[in-house]
């Protein structure tokens, strides 16, 4: 698929030509816009990056959670 661009008919008329489902769908627009790809790519790179992130967060919370119920299991105890 190319990128969204405008051609000119031989009218001189300046026609839109879609090259992305938010365009087609939407319209001309910036914000509808995903034909950077290699912006997009370096999105879903980032993305990639603090999903693993988050996992990683998620893990040690996990453990500090136990941690804590272990500790208030002690004191009960
Ligand atoms: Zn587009």
Known sequence: MSRCHYIYTED???VFV??????AVHGPG???C???SSRKSDESKRNKELKK????TEKE???AYRTIRKLVNKKRI
Not at 18 to 23: A, E, I, L, V
Not at 53 to 56: D, G, H, I, K
């Open 12 to 14: 001189g008329l300046k």
């Open 61 to 63: 919370l996990d453990q």
């Open 30 to 32: 910036k914000a509808y």
């Open 18 to 23: 879609p090259g992305c489902m938010g365009c």
């Open 34 to 36: 995903t034909c950077r």
């Open 53 to 56: 992130q988050l996992n990683e």
